[in-house]
């Protein structure tokens, strides 16, 4: 299947940092990846939606200036949590979309967990 | 898009076959249905898609009746490594959605 390259697998950073998270889609190109932020033993939470050469959509509740997503090209997004506090410490995840005959279908990214100190 | 509703956990036994039930009432002629598999601190893998009837790949089957309100994942002979968290997604072959998590299905397969 599709292979989704996310890094850095873990980050600790002290507050007031920022930090930059990657996504690439390494076999196939992606329109659209989607971020996703999960806290333990709960599900995936959509942060936001990337679109390629357009701005992000946000979730209600998700703050844009402070989760900045570009998606430049049709292989990368990039996160970049601004300022980053010991409340936006958790597990942050992608994904890309691809489809195919089947249906749509995605591939994730194997996850970056920040800790804010 | 279609809510999805699963229940929220499941124990067995290695060896065992699991069925994991995903309920959607409100599908859509161009709904597809698809299950991820979760680990721990890593994110979802693929593991089945289908449209109607029935679909089996090396992993596991899946079960859909006429209706398509609900489907089933059937993993056979399960092992430790099963252990995880079972997520049913239900999304149309087109772009310009997005796609939501349900709550999923944690699996437990103990010994």
């Known amino acids: 299947g599709a292979v989704v390259s996310q890094h850095p697998s873990r980050v600790i950073c002290k507050s007031g940092t920022s930090v930059k998270i990657e996504c690439r889609s390494l076999?196939?190109?992606?329109?659209?990846m989607f971020w996703y932020r999960q806290f333990p033993k709960q599900s995936l939470m959509l942060m936001a939606t990337?679109?390629?050469?357009?701005?992000?959509?946000?979730e209600q509740g998700v703050e844009k200036d402070k989760f900045l997503i570009n998606h430049a090209s049709l292989t990368l997004s990039t996160l970049t949590v601004t300022s980053a506090h010991p409340e936006d410490s958790s597990f942050y995840i992608c994904?890309?979309?691809?489809?195919?005959?089947?249906?749509?279908?995605?591939?994730f990214g194997s996850g970056t967990q920040l800790s804010v100190l | 898009l279609a809510k999805t509703t699963q229940p929220i956990s499941m124990d067995s036994y290695e060896g065992q076959e699991v069925n994991i039930t995903c309920s959607h009432n409100?599908?859509?002629?161009?709904?597809?249905i698809t299950w991820y598999q979760q680990f721990p601190s890593q994110g979802p893998r693929f593991i089945i898609q289908?449209?109607?009837t029935k679909v089996t790949n090396e992993v596991a089957s899946l079960f859909i009746p006429a209706d398509r309100k609900s489907s089933t994942l059937s993993l056979p002979r399960v092992s430790l490594s099963d252990t995880a968290v079972y997520y049913c997604?239900?999304?149309?072959?087109?772009?310009?959605?997005?796609?939501?998590f349900g709550a999923g299905t944690r699996l437990f397969v103990k010994a």
């Open positions: 997604l239900v999304a149309p072959n087109t772009g310009g959605f997005k796609t939501i």
């Open positions: 409100n599908i859509a002629t161009n709904d597809y």
């Open positions: 289908g449209y109607k």
């Open positions: 990337s679109n390629e050469g357009s701005k992000a959509t946000y």
């Open positions: 994904s890309a979309r691809s489809f195919d005959p089947g249906g749509e279908k995605l591939f």
């Open positions: 076999d196939f190109q992606a329109t659209t």
